[in-house]
């Protein structure tokens, strides 16, 4: 059975770090899909963070992580990151990984995403 498996949120001081990790598990082929991050805050919609595209060329970010985030996949691994630097308060939220084997889509839509992780918490605080 297939499913996206996620791991490595947590607590980290602001200013802080974390990669989160999302393994495809049972993806016979990982590297036909286009993957993406998402965050949904308590009290607010979820938000598209990042995309990156099935053979890695093509990745996007959203206004609020660019230059903090960074995604990224190694498709030896069926596993897709998000490296997250300069951590901030606001980015207190549950995190998502989706996977699409549609037409990539530079704006990263939600709708395109079949495929979901259960989510990870990032809470940030000090």
């Known amino acids: 059975q297939s499913q996206l498996e996620q791991s490595g949120g947590g607590l980290v001081q602001p200013g802080g770090s974390l990669r989160l990790s999302c393994v495809a598990s049972?993806?016979?082929?990982?590297?036909?899909?286009?993957f993406a991050w998402f965050r949904r805050a308590p009290g607010k919609q979820r938000e598209g963070l990042s995309c990156?595209?099935?053979?890695?060329?093509?990745?996007n970010y959203t206004d609020s992580v660019k230059g903090r985030f960074t995604i990224s996949r190694d498709n030896a691994k069926n596993t897709v990151y998000l490296q997250m630097d300069d951590l901030k308060p606001e980015d207190t939220a549950l995190y998502y990984c989706?996977?699409?084997?549609?037409?990539?889509?530079?704006?990263?839509?939600?709708?395109?995403?079949?495929?979901w992780g259960l989510g990870t918490q990032v809470t940030v605080s000090s």
């Open positions: 989706a996977a699409s084997r549609l037409h990539f889509r530079t704006n990263c839509p939600a709708g395109d995403y079949d495929f």
């Open positions: 990156i595209s099935a053979g890695g060329s093509g990745t």
């Open positions: 049972g993806y016979r082929h990982f590297d036909n899909y286009n």
